[in-house]
């Protein structure tokens, strides 16, 4: 519990639709511990009106006057992978502790030199994967290291969803090469809750495809879709661990996310309506033999999550802020009490390493390792 001072955070991307307004900024706001101390956008206008409605001292047109404030005790970076690199680096170069989202940076290369700086400054960092502050994930953790399904042999994951909404102002999330689509975030986050749960993977063998093309803007007009809207893989974990991740983006209906972990001695299902790191998050467990009831679903029980796996913060599981409230929380923590966060920096880059080896296996048509 963060006892001292409140921690106080500058939020770069803090204009609306963005994350930063969506998520971030209602974060900090609803974090015990932690308070709006300035924003930055482009334009001092929308600065100026981000920093009314959330109620933060000072505003900033450009990162650099944040970054250098010494009133600024941690820097969030909420803006599209493209700016990661550069943003953070300021922050970096100013000595700031820094919450990066996911993607940490467009590709590898940039995400490696992110991580080498904040090393060699011994500045403590933190990367947007907060599906693993899910308490159903959290708590899904602590019970397979408990043994609740006995030695884990398997896994099938999966997160079906439908195409998102695009607006002229941000084509860009149309582009593979602006670390956008199914591969870049959806698979990301999701083999992220595998190996958070599960351990690491060892070797991936996936396929990438855009499936549905065509595309319409919000504001009517039509494109092409640039980046994949469907991967499936097939991997293997340490320990031995096998399974399958499929994610896609046109399924209609959506029918959301899931995780079955089946044990020498049991299975655990998690399942959420939408992305998992956004939307609440149900635990049931079994034994290996299940029955299929008329309703068509598995003769699983539900489990009710420990209260010390819950908060009591205003937000609640389901808003886009929750989970990335519990995460900032412990980052803020963890930087007062000198130890490793986790995700960090270095959990950023083993992520890109393993979307690399997933399109490597993709081009070349083979097994490929992180």
Known sequence: MITSNPVRVGVIGASPPGFGDRAHLPAVHAAPGLTVEAVCTTREETARAAARKWGARKWYAGVEGLCNDPDVDLVTVAVRPRMHHPLTMAALGAGKPVFC????????????????????????????????????????????????VGRPLSFVAS?????????????????????????????????????????????????????????????????????????????????????????????????????????????????????????????????????????????????????????????????AAHNVARALTDFAESIQEGRRFRPDFADGVNLHRLLDAAMTSNLEGRRAMP
């Open 101 to 148: 989202e996911w993607p940490l940076a467009l590709n590898t290369t940039e995400a490696r030199e992110m991580r080498s700086v904040a090393e060699q400054g011994n500045i403590p960092t933190a990367v947007g994967l907060q599906g693993r502050f899910a308490p159903a994930v959290a708590w899904t953790r602590r019970l397979v290291a408990d043994g609740a």
């Open 159 to 319: 997160q079906m969803l439908s195409k998102f909404e695009v607006d002229r102002d941000r084509a860009w999330l149309v582009r593979h090469e602006e670390a956008s689509g199914a591969l870049f975030v959806a698979f990301g986050h999701v083999v992220d809750s595998v190996q958070y749960i599960l351990g690491e993977v060892e070797n991936i063998s996936a396929r990438q495809m855009t499936l549905s093309p065509a595309g319409v803007y919000t504001e009517g007009g039509t494109f092409e879709w640039q980046t994949a809207d469907t991967v499936m893989a097939i991997a293997e974990l340490s320990g031995g661990v096998v399974g399958t991740a499929y994610v896609s983006n046109t399924t209609s209906p959506p029918q959301g996310y899931s995780l079955r972990i089946i044990g020498e001695e049991g299975q655990i299902l998690l399942g959420a309506p939408s992305y998992y790191q956004f939307s609440p998050v149900r635990v049931s467990r079994g034994p290996l033999q299940v029955s299929v009831g008329r309703g068509g679903s598995d003769d699983l029980e539900d489990l009710e999550i420990p209260k010390e796996y819950l908060s009591d913060m205003p937000i609640t599981e389901g808003n």
